[in-house]
């Protein structure tokens, strides 16, 4: 690599003056996170973190195994980042800024890897300025505002764990390179190892690691021979075909979900074009409004208009990496900066059916673009020597990290206010259904309700969800308006129409436990609440998105016990447990046989649990003392019906 010395070598400054900046740099990013500190929990934190309160919460090593591997005790998937939860257990569900304290210190500290891993790397490849180089980049990625909805949105803590692993394996990688002795070198590919199977632990997509170490291979290591070079060709070799045994069987289990899409793998396939460009303009837009924590509206615009302009966006993508191979070996850190950005994202934006879009998903990718930036940076900087350096030091380093630190520090700020958070969503991505009605549920705190029925009427005319219709009769059951009504025939139409969404069984689940029923059962005079069950059972893609289903069957059995119709509780409670045979819809199930008197199948569902129970590997108190209990009620009911059978009651 040939690099001018216009540059200020960076190996002559001091150590101290090195750390200095990173000390600032790192404090400066933190103060500037620390501005949305105050935001509370959202959306999937909820999903996730409502069971640490579970059977009276975290209290004992059972109820921390029990959360973290999940109730078979096998639940391996994302467990690290379930385990770092359980350190924050005493601050739910009252203290979302602890929990965000904590994710502020990882990307604070995936920051420094950052820095060590490519000083290191860019210092092994004889890059002259290789302290210049990791500084900016470490900037670049610590100052972006894109990842504020990665860093303040507590549960991303996942893909902020396998972002940190993935980078501490890859440094470990480098260090087993680098190492003369054969047992340095298998303690420190042990390692790398070790701490590649804790980003897996913490988030799946770490797979990627197992593509971005023969990438290393490739562009830093093929001119420079060492002891180990033959036996890293065989690893990177290995772990690519590693990887795409494993992408074909992501893909081949991940096909069949795709049922539960609204577009098919190709089709979100030519949809991820446009999303990818839209994450390189974030990159060099970072002052761009439309930046959010939900983009569905991604999904809401292929509905309506289908694939515009999709074969265009991939076409830029193709020549951007045509470049960047092209590059290899003039620019070499820019083209390995742009094939990171794209190969770590292989796995999330191309056949796997995810959702479309998600910020956090750059968390990693974005690594690669600020290296190619600052890469950029340096070579404009140096070796094009500028007339005016001061003026060019300016332009080229101190006036985009500026807009990044301002743009990061607007956007912190926003977060720290659900309200303000939620009306800038909704402003900016009007198609957007999970923005809209983020913003709509902050209206229910005016002291009328008019502007919360005037919004859901405007949500109306765009989005034909049911459960507008549902919020809108829970507001008007609690405000004192007798004389307005909801057509209980459109909802059953929009129902009938529509698609599943999970908003529909929070507003169910918000009708069956409302306060005034009287006005509920009022505007649903037809059918009333379980005709509105029974239909909601019908909706489209509602079976294809398991975890929805089981929670729609429990929220409909517990409705029909709440009615002491038992009967129909069963027949929900063995759908679930044919779903999903779990030792808590066992114990449910059971518990509704012994109450109709079917102690055969109650007895049979007690000894499956039992069995069950015993093959855990570790002792769970609650789950025996359920069964105990459940067993003893069994037996008393089986004594009192003999009683009852050999001594009939006299006439």
Known sequence: MTISNSLPDSSKKTLTTEVLILLVLLSVTCLLYLLGLPGPFLL??????????????????TSILRYVTGESGLDYSRSLARLTFVLNANDWPNNPQNFKMMNIVIHLLTGLMIYLLFKDLLKESHYKNYQFVSLLTCAFWLLHPLHVSTTLYVVQRMAQLMVFFFLTSLYFYLQYRKSNGDQ?????????????LLSFLSKESAVQVLLIIPLVEFFFYTKQPSKHTNQAKIISISLV??????????????????????????????????????YLYYWIAPASKSMTLLHDDENWMFVKYGLNFSAGYWII???????????????????????????THLVESTLIPLELMYEHRNYLAFIGLALASASAIEILYSHYNPIN????????????????????????????????????????????????ISYATTLENNPTPEPLFKKLEQMEQVFNDPSILLYKLNILCLS?????????????????????????LFRLQQLLNHPNQDCVIHNLPKFGLNGLINHIAKMKLLKEKTNYYLSFLDIASNHAISQKNYELSISYRQKAFSIAP??????KLSELFIVVGDYQQAQKLLYWATIKNNQRWYYDSVVNTNLENLQQALSVKRNQHRTNTTFPPEE
């Open 184 to 196: 340095n070198a298998l303690i420190h590919l042990s390692l790398s190892a070790l701490f590649a």
């Open 241 to 278: 075909f590693l990887f795409s045994v494993l992408f074909v069987g992501i893909l081949y289990l991940g096909w069949n979900a795709s049922n539960a899409r609204t577009f098919t793998p190709w089709e979100r396939l030519a949809i991820e074009g446009k999303i990818l460009f839209k």
């Open 44 to 61: 999937d934190d909820f999903h996730n973190l409502s069971s640490l309160s579970d059977y009276g919460g975290i209290h004992d090593v």
């Open 480 to 504: 004192a308006k007798p004389n307005t009504n909801v057509d209980e025939q459109e909802i059953y139409d929009r129902i009938n129409q529509a698609n599943f969404s999970p908003n529909v």
């Open 389 to 436: 350096k001061r003026l060019s030091l300016i332009l080229l380093i101190v006036f985009p990290l500026l807009i990044e630190g301002l743009s990061l520090a607007k956007r912190t700020s926003l977060w720290s206010n659900y309200t303000q958070l939620t009306k800038s969503w909704a402003t900016n991505h009007p198609l957007s259904f999970r923005s809209q």
């Open 582 to 587: 779990k030792i808590n819809n066992a114990l």
């Open 317 to 343: 993508h193709l020549f951007l990496i045509s470049i960047a191979v092209r590059l290899r070996k003039k620019y070499p850190l820019i083209s390995f900066g742009i094939l990171w950005f794209y190969l």
